[in-house]
Structures are given as structure tokens and as C-alpha cells.
């Protein structure tokens, strides 16, 4: 009796050796009939192929944090921030790479200076003589706040007509002289 191989069905794909960058997997069969006499070699039992082709992903490797820098702004609210080299950047849907960090700094309030309006002009002297006064006065357009630069005075008093009035002709002292 010449019996011929006989070669039953391919069992599924086994599991890929490796979950990226080109893997192996192979599936067998089995022999239901064992040739004798002469009858044709059994074929192939056993497949390879190639799975998983795609690369792998690479994470990003970065160096060792700089110090940081120095903050945006005085007051009100800045950034500061530090960086690092990166040593190997991200491929394939790898982890990214964060050079740069950022936090806030100098986040108190800024100071805020009074500002006023110039001096007005100055009022008429209170006095025609023996010593009087005048004064001017100025607005407040900004009041201070955080601790900013104060206001100063809103109003200003300076002497005037401070000779004696002995000296100084007066119309009433101008009738005087007629005895009224």
C-alpha cells in the first residue's frame, strides 16, 4: 500500500513575540496520516511569518532641570520658568518630551502711586496788607493702594502783602485827611 500524507488544518496564529518592532509568530498542523511505502513526504507542519512591524514607541529622555530664571514681572502676577536638554525625543507615539516648566512668581499686588492734578492758581491774599494769605489747591487723580508712593498735600498757604498798612494808601485813609 503506497499511502499518501495526508495533512489535517492549520491551528491559528500563535501570540507575536513582540508587541512592536517585528515579531514572530508561526501555527502548526498535524499529520493524520503518516506516509509509508513509499507515498509522498509529509509537507510542511510548521509556518513562521513576520507580525507587529510598526515601530515601537520611544519616550522622551531629557537631561537634568537648569535653574530657574528670573520671574517676568515685579508684581501683579509673572511666569518664571526653567528648562532641560533633551537627550532623545519622542518617536512613534512615545511619551513627549516637557523642556520648559513654568509657575507663577511675584503674584502680591502692585504698588500703585498717587497721582495728583498740578497746583490751581493762587487765591487773591486775604489781606491789602499787614499780612495776609493766598492758597492754592490740587486734586487727587490716583489714590495710592499696595502700599504705593502717598499723596501729598491737596492744599498749599503762602503769606502775602506783609508790609504794615501804616505805609500802604488806603481809600478810606484818602478822606481822612479832609476830616470827614
Not at 76 to 90: D, N, S, V
Not at 120 to 141: F, H, P, Q, V
Amino acid at each position: 500500500i503506497n499511502a499518501e500524507y495526508m495533512g489535517g488544518h492549520w491551528s491559528a496564529w500563535s501570540q507575536c513575540t513582540k508587541k512592536c518592532g517585528g515579531g514572530k509568530q508561526s501555527r502548526f498542523r498535524d499529520t493524520l496520516v503518516v506516509p509509508k511505502n513509499g507515498g509522498l513526504k509529509c509537507g510542511v507542519r510548521k509556518q513562521k511569518r513576520a507580525c507587529n512591524k510598526q515601530p515601537c514607541p520611544v519616550d522622551c529622555v531629557e537631561g537634568k532641570w537648569k535653574k530657574w530664571g528670573k520671574c517676568s514681572k515685579k508684581c501683579g502676577g509673572g511666569l518664571k520658568e526653567r528648562k532641560r536638554p533633551i537627550i532623545t525625543p519622542a518617536a512613534h507615539g512615545g511619551r513627549p518630551c516637557q523642556p520648559t516648566e513654568r509657575i507663577p512668581c511675584h503674584v502680591q499686588k502692585c504698588p500703585i502711586d498717587c497721582k495728583m492734578s498740578k497746583w490751581g492758581k493762587w487765591t487773591k491774599c486775604s489781606k491789602d496788607c499787614g499780612g495776609g494769605y493766598k492758597e492754592r489747591a490740587r486734586n487727587i487723580l490716583v489714590k495710592e493702594a499696595n502700599d504705593g508712593e502717598p499723596c501729598g498735600n491737596t492744599t498749599e498757604v503762602q503769606e502775602c502783602n506783609a508790609f504794615p498798612c501804616n505805609n500802604f494808601p488806603h481809600p478810606q485813609n484818602h478822606f481822612m485827611h479832609w476830616g470827614v
